[in-house]
Structure formats: C-alpha cells, structure tokens
C-alpha cells in the first residue's frame, strides 16, 4: 500500500516536471512574479505615492492637505532656503564620493595586483565586517569618537593642534561647537560609512584589467606612472563611477547622520525627515524626495555611458 502511494506521488512529480519543461514561459513567470509583484506593487507603487503626493499642498490655514492638483508645493522647493539645502547636500555628496575614491583606490589597487591570496582574504574581511554591524551603532560611536570630550578631541589637544581645530570649527560652512556636531564631522561619518560600497567596485574592476596589457606598455617603453595613467586608470574607471553611485546616492538620502552629528546645516534627508514629522507638510516633504530622485536618474544616466553598470 505504501509502495503504490510512493509510486503515485513520484509519477505525479514526473508529470508536473514534464508539464513545466514544456513550457519554459510559464517557468519565468513562476520564479519572476513574485519578486516583479514586489518591485511593481510595493516598490514603484511607493514611489508613485510620493510622486502623486507632492502635486498636493498644505493648506496654511487648516493645516490639512489639500488633495488638488498644482504646482504650488514644487514652487516652494526654489526658495533661497531650499536651494540652498539642495546645494548643500549635492557638495557633501559630491564630496564624500571623491574623498571615498582617493582613499578606496590604492587599497583596491594593492587588494588586486600585490595582495597574496591570505592578505587578500584578510583585507576583504576586514572591508566587509564593519557592514556587519549595525549602522546606528557605527554612527554613535562615531559621535564619541568625533565629540569635545572624545579620543580625537583628546590626540588634536595633545599634539598641539588645538588652536587649527578650533580655527576650522569657527569656519560657519564647516563647523560647530565640535566635530561631532559640524559639518565636518558628517563628512568624516559619511566617508567611513560609505568606503566599503567603494572599495569593492574599484577592486572588481582593477582585477580585470588583463596584466598582458600592463606588459605591452611597459614593453614599448612606458614608465610605470605613464602605464598606470594611460592603461590602468581609463579601464578601472567604471569601477570608480559603479562605487560612486552608491556613495554619492546615500549620502545624498541619509537623514540618521546629520540627525546624529549635523548642526543647524540642514540636509535634504532632514529636511524631509522634518517635514513629514514635526510640520506634517507630506505634500513637501514628498516634493524634496522627488529632488534625489531626479538627481540620480542624471547620474545613472551618465554613469550607464561611462561604462558603471559593467563593473558592478
């Protein structure tokens, strides 16, 4: 009886697999449509809700949102105080991007063409535990160590450097009561937390420049600074435009740090943040997420020209 009821599943299992074979459409549709369901329904729906929601107002009277088509809100994001948080954002972007590329491009370089296989596996872990953690944890720690009273604090004070911190603090773009609530100290923060998301896309990419190519140009008399700016650097610089969209895109969206370490400099992740908490203006708040969104969709553009997306 047992055997008959083993024998009856398996040749069930052999007419389903022989149905699915036959039919290889309806095997993608299988595997792709639970995650498609989820990129379509709760991802793009997500973004079309807040795409929607930003053509509404506030009313400042009642303090309700005025479901009614118009441009009014977008209008409010190109007041001198707006742009002026845009402007500040896209700088410390762009700033943590290019700090992120000159630090994570010699270690990539020495991870891909000097590092033994041991040396190599230990760079990669010590790359990718700090991913590990969580991030709010990674953030803290980075306000005690950038804090007045802190261990960086208490190095710059021993060495002397205290009157150069304290001149750079007073600067009113940069600075604050101290680095742990400056400028600064966002942009030291953001670096650390976005380095592995640039080290990784450089390596990739420096791995696959073929060494017989580095050989010809050393061959036909090519110093190695010349075979490194001529040979090297153009073919490992998608990787370095792959890691700068990840670098440049959270940076240009994180509101936890400059929650953490930022001053009065508001951001664009605080000033949404702000705006659809305390204000509860959702129509705004919903018109600033727009701004990263079409930023990006430029960047990706031309990162897609430049070759990124085949070094990621």
């Not at 400028?183 to 953001?190: D, E, K, N, R």
Request: net charge positive; glycine share 8%; charged share 10%.
């Amino acid at each position: 009886m047992a055997t008959h009821s083993t024998d009856s599943s398996s040749s069930k299992i052999r007419q389903l697999s022989t149905y699915l074979y036959r039919r290889p459409k309806l095997v993608l549709g299988l595997l792709l449509g639970p995650p498609m369901f989820y990129m379509v329904v709760v991802y793009l729906g997500s973004l079309l809700s807040l795409l929607v929601n930003s053509f509404y107002y506030l009313d400042d009277f009642s303090g309700k949102v005025i479901h009614s088509f118009t441009l009014q809100t977008y209008a409010q994001l190109f007041t001198e105080s707006n742009l002026r948080i845009f402007s500040r954002t896209l700088i410390m972007a762009l700033c943590v991007t290019i700090a992120d590329a000159l630090i994570a491009f010699p270690l990539g370089y020495y991870m891909a063409k000097f590092a033994s296989p041991r040396m190599k596996s230990f760079l990669y872990l010590a790359v990718l535990v700090p991913l590990w953690s969580s991030y709010l944890v990674r953030v803290y720690a980075w306000r005690l160590i950038l804090a007045k009273e802190g261990i960086l604090g208490w190095v710059i004070s021993r060495i002397g450097l205290q009157p150069v911190l304290d001149w750079v603090l007073s600067n009113p773009d940069i600075g604050g009561p101290s680095i742990g609530l400056s400028v600064l100290g966002m942009f030291i923060t953001f670096v650390y937390i976005w380095l592995p998301y640039m080290i990784l896309p450089i390596q990739t990419a420096l791995e696959r420049v073929p060494k017989s190519l580095e050989e010809a140009s050393s061959d036909l008399g090519a110093k190695p600074l010349q075979t490194f700016r001529s040979v090297i650097l153009p073919l490992a610089f998608p990787g370095v435009i792959a890691g700068s969209i990840f670098t440049f895109s959270l940076t240009l969206g994180d509101y936890i740090v400059p929650q953490v370490l930022g001053n009065s400099k508001v951001v664009i992740g605080a000033a949404v943040y702000s705006h659809q908490g305390t204000a509860g203006n959702i129509p705004l708040a919903a018109a600033f997420t727009m701004g990263p969104i079409f930023i990006m969709l430029i960047y990706l553009l031309i990162a897609r020209k430049m070759g990124a997306f085949d070094a990621l």
